[in-house]
């Protein structure tokens, strides 16, 4: 049985219908708010309540609408093909670590692909490829069957906020997959903090200068152009403005 884990529903309502088997999409946001659990029941637990406190989504729907969509990986059949279908930014590689990590925990000799956007698009993503683009894109997947326990490696680092663990993985992984220093470096970014504020809300804070203004819509546009590496949607930015803005009140 083939299966294509997307990264969005985005990617789902652009997905070429003569590409064959069951997807499956990794719903979440995990570059946002805790991750760490003991167990994947606790981790929906945890994630719901984040989303409901900090987004007001009702925790039933969050379980409805991302645990379930994710728990149906736990039924992929063993000796399946896994297409996984991410990016390269930080938002989609935070949830690539987390399902190369659930895929690993399973033990079920799966052959696995990651399937990424041509060079050309950079972090503007899928959403920029044709169909024919989409079905280009999967001609050059790149087996990964070999490296997830690396990938599941990223992620408990991840988890732990390891920053050192995090580094010597990104530096083992550099000329294999070139996409993943850039995005741990940028999530190590977001770990180190100047003047109370980290890397990604000094930027933020920079824009609001540039531009005159705390506006939400012209700080988003401005953020994507020059941070692209985040891969941060309008909840995400919408959440750093905030507080950002509340930052330098306290100042």
Same mark, same amino acid.
Not at 29 to 50: M, Q
Not at 57 to 76: H, Q
Not at 187 to 208: C, F, T
């Given at each position: 049985?083939?299966?294509?884990?997307?990264?969005?529903?985005?990617?789902?309502?652009?997905?070429?219908?003569?590409?064959?088997?069951?997807?499956?999409?990794?719903?979440?946001?995990?570059?946002?708010?805790?991750?760490?659990?003991?167990?994947?029941?606790?981790?929906?637990?945890?994630?719901?309540?984040?989303?409901?406190?900090?987004?007001?989504?009702?925790?039933?729907?969050?379980?409805?609408?991302?645990?379930?969509?994710?728990?149906?990986?736990?039924?992929?059949?063993?000796? $399946?093909?896994?297409? !996984? @279908?991410?990016?390269?930014?930080?938002?989609?590689?935070?949830?690539?670590?987390? %399902? =190369? &990590?659930? +895929?690993?925990?399973?033990?079920?000799?799966?052959?696995?692909?990651?399937?990424?956007?041509?060079?050309?698009?950079?972090?503007?993503?899928?959403?920029?490829?044709?169909?024919?683009?989409?079905?280009?894109?999967?001609?050059?997947?790149?087996?990964?069957?070999?490296?997830?326990? $690396?990938?599941?490696? !990223? @992620?408990?680092?991840?988890?732990?906020?390891?920053?050192?663990?995090?580094?010597? %993985? =990104? &530096?083992? +992984?550099?000329?294999?997959?070139?996409?993943?220093?850039?995005?741990?470096?940028?999530?190590?970014?977001?770990?180190?903090?100047?003047?109370?504020?980290?890397?990604?809300?000094?930027?933020?804070?920079?824009?609001?200068?540039?531009?005159?203004?705390?506006?939400?819509?012209?700080?988003?546009?401005?953020?994507?152009?020059?941070?692209?590496?985040?891969?941060?949607?309008?909840?995400?930015?919408?959440?750093?403005?905030?507080?950002?803005?509340?930052?330098?009140?306290?100042?």
């Amino acid at each position: 049985m083939t299966y294509h884990i997307l990264n969005g529903d985005s990617l789902k309502a652009q997905f070429p219908a003569n590409i064959s088997g069951g997807i499956i999409v990794g719903r979440e946001a995990l570059v946002d708010g805790e991750v760490k659990a003991n167990s994947l029941e606790e981790f929906f637990r945890v994630r719901a309540d984040f989303m409901h406190t900090h987004y007001e989504v009702p925790r039933a729907e969050y379980l409805e609408k991302s645990a379930k969509e994710i728990n149906k990986i736990l039924d992929i059949t063993a000796e $399946s093909e896994i297409n !996984l @279908w991410f990016e390269d930014d930080l938002f989609c590689q935070v949830n690539f670590w987390f %399902i =190369a &990590d659930l +895929l690993l925990q399973q033990s079920k000799d799966f052959t696995i692909y990651l399937v990424r956007p041509t060079k050309e698009i950079s972090y503007n993503g899928f959403a920029w490829l044709t169909s024919d683009g989409l079905e280009n894109a999967l001609k050059q997947r790149v087996l990964i069957s070999n490296d997830l326990i $690396s990938f599941s490696e !990223l @992620w408990k680092a991840y988890q732990n906020q390891d920053s050192t663990k995090l580094k010597e %993985i =990104a &530096d083992r +992984l550099a000329n294999s997959y070139p996409f993943i220093p850039p995005a741990v470096n940028a999530q190590l970014g977001r770990m180190h903090y100047s003047n109370g504020m980290n890397e990604v809300e000094a930027i933020i804070s920079k824009l609001i200068d540039e531009l005159s203004t705390e506006e939400f819509v012209p700080i988003f546009k401005a953020f994507n152009k020059q941070a692209g590496i985040y891969g941060f949607g309008d909840l995400q930015v919408e959440r750093l403005l905030s507080e950002v803005i509340r930052k330098r009140q306290s100042q």
